[in-house]
């Protein structure tokens, strides 16, 4: 009783009196109910044991929860195509919008009708290689039919009637593939 240790080893060749155990039990349950509350908020939109908490609370565990959410916002932020109107006010209306360094301005048909003439491909070409005062993308980083939708926006704002590409298929990998070469 005067050497309360715990463990198994100890305990063989010690073994503790009645009142020594209640001490023991009662620190046992002291030290072990914070855990299980904690163990029970963590995961509280689960049913578990008192195993699975202990479990779940691992590196492994916690970092898969993590990883989960990481994944989650990054296939968001590269699986949200923006539309031709989206590309236009992130990353054309610097130029477009008043006409600056030359660009054709936004809805001025008399501006953009030689170059409306030229077809869709070349504007398109021209928007993603750049083109006189306008870098490549216009300095964006976009995805090529992203510039696409915002060549064709702008355009049919000047009285084209283009369609906005779509995006690539995200479940057919060749077809994306194809379109970035
Ligand atoms: C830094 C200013 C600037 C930005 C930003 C800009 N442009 Fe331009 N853009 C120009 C200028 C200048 C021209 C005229 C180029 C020429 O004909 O010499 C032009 C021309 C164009 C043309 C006509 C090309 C042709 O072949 O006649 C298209 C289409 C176009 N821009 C699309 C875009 C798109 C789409 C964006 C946004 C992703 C964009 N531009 C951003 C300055 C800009």
Redesign the pocket.
């Known amino acids: 009783m005067s050497d309360p240790h715990h463990t198994a080893d100890h305990d063989a060749h010690a073994a503790p009196s009645p009142s020594g155990l209640k001490k023991i039990a009662a620190l046992l349950v002291l030290l072990g109910l914070p855990l299980v509350v904690v163990g029970s908020l963590v995961g509280c939109n689960k049913t578990q044991t008192g195993g699975q908490i202990a479990s779940d609370m691992s590196e492994e565990a916690v970092a898969g929860r993590i990883q989960k959410v990481g994944r989650f916002q990054l296939g968001e932020a590269s699986r949200e195509p923006k539309t031709g109107e989206q590309?236009?006010q992130a990353?054309?209306t610097?130029?477009?919008a008043a006409g600056?360094?030359?660009?054709?301005k936004f809805g001025d048909a008399a501006a953009w009708a030689p170059?409306l003439a030229?077809g869709y491909e070349?504007?398109l070409n021209?928007?993603l290689k750049g083109?006189?005062?306008?870098?490549a993308?216009?300095?964006?980083a976009?995805a090529d039919f992203e510039?696409g939708r915002?060549?064709a926006y702008?355009?049919n704002a000047a009285g084209a009637q283009f369609e906005e590409p779509e995006a690539p298929d995200a479940e057919a990998p060749d077809a994306a593939a194809a379109e970035a070469k």
Do not use: I
């Open positions: 590309v236009y990353q054309c610097t130029c477009h600056l360094v030359g660009a054709p170059r030229t070349a504007l021209s928007a083109k006189g005062n306008m870098a993308q216009g300095g964006g976009f510039v915002a060549v702008m355009a």
